[in-house]
């Protein structure tokens, strides 16, 4: 339970980090010395620098003495961070994206079982199908031999067939609310050379 939560922690404060990049450079063209409270020369010293992702570092999380309970509050914590600094809409949109990236572990976050107003049956049903994918990717890893591409193309296939099982597990009602929380299709731009499968971290064009 302790690990699924901080993995859970991981994706807000990682758009956190974004978001908080995005308001220190914006500082620094203003004139001002950018960065985040003060800590390791900001946000333009890259990743390794930044405070929001070094909670992610297990090392770091050991050195604070982190506990179980603090890091389960990170969320709301972050979230009430970005309503300060983000307008409604930008907001929306932000938690859209983040619902996206979270893919199927976002039906474990009280806000999404509040907003779908999933019944406990639904509740163990989704768990039973996210822990037997747990499983299933595991053992891709383990007998992966070096075959990177090979596993990636396994694990991407049983994602699919993951979402499907919990959207069965949806009444009609619920699929097409949690349709709406998404929003239209967002593809991430890593930094990396690539997209992530999109062209330029763009949004999904609609068919004409």
């Known amino acids: 339970m302790r690990r699924f939560s901080l993995v859970l922690c991981g994706g807000t404060l990682t758009l956190l980090a974004i978001t908080l990049m995005a308001a220190g450079q914006e500082q620094q063209k203003k004139g001002g010395k950018g960065g ?15 405070p929001v992702l070094l909670l992610r570092n297990e090392s770091v999380k050991k050195e604070l003495e982190l506990t179980t309970e603090q890091s ?32 199927n572990t976002a039906f474990k976050e ?40 090979g596993m990636r193309e396994k694990m991407a296939s049983i994602r699919k067939d993951t979402n499907e099982k919990v959207l069965n597990v949806l009444s009609a009602d619920q699929r097409k609310t949690y349709k709406a929380m998404l929003g239209d299709e967002f593809k991430l731009q890593t930094g990396f050379g690539g997209g992530g499968g999109g062209k330029g971290g763009n949004r999904k064009k609609k068919d004409a």
Not at 77 to 98: H, T
Request: hydrophobic share 35%.
């Open 110 to 149: 009280a806000d999404v079982k509040s907003e779908l107003k999933l019944t406990e049956c639904q509740l163990k049903n989704i768990d039973a199908v996210l822990e037997d994918s747990r499983k299933e990717m595991a053992e891709i890893a383990k007998d992966a031999a070096g075959d990177f591409k």
């Open 72 to 103: 389960e509050k990170i969320p709301t914590a972050v979230a009430k961070a970005l309503k300060e600094v983000l307008s409604d809409k930008q907001y929306k949109r932000l938690r859209q994206i983040e619902l996206q990236q979270r893919g």
């Open 36 to 50: 985040f409270g003060g800590f390791g020369g900001g946000f333009g010293g890259g990743a390794q620098g930044d």
